[in-house]
Nanobody, 125 residues
């Protein structure tokens, strides 16, 4: 079993920045592809970005490309999501997910076996 705990969410003005963290335990972190998803009010859960086991490959949704950056620290078992130039439409619960099977990040939520509880990000005008 893998446990994931997100942190770093909060209220931020449009144009601002936030950095989310996701701490993992229960399995060797470097064997996991990690992903970030988000779910806004009344919306489906959508892919934000993912990172390969080594961190050498990243994948982003078009809506966040150029604004969000995913990174990981395998020594500390943590994955980060740096969010810049935040927009109102970025308001959502952000969830961390882990995929123990693939080598490269997937944008399909059903490829991820483990999920955190999420952290709320609210962008205000």
């Amino acid at each position: 079993q893998v446990q994931l705990v997100e942190s770093g969410g909060g209220l931020v003005q449009a144009g601002g920045s936030l950095r989310l963290s996701c701490a993992a335990s229960g399995r060797t972190f470097s064997t996991l592809v990690m992903g970030w998803f988000r779910q806004g009010p009344g919306k489906e859960r959508e892919f934000v970005g993912g990172i390969s086991r080594s961190g050498s490959i990243t994948l982003y949704a078009d809506s966040v490309k150029g604004r969000f950056t995913i990174s990981r620290d395998n020594a500390k078992n943590v994955v980060f999501l740096q969010m810049n130039s935040l927009k109102l439409e970025d308001t959502a619960v952000y969830l961390c997910a882990a995929d123990p099977d693939r080598m490269r990040p997937s944008n399909r939520k059903w490829d991820y076996d483990y999920w955190g509880q999420g952290t709320q990000v609210t962008v205000s005008s």
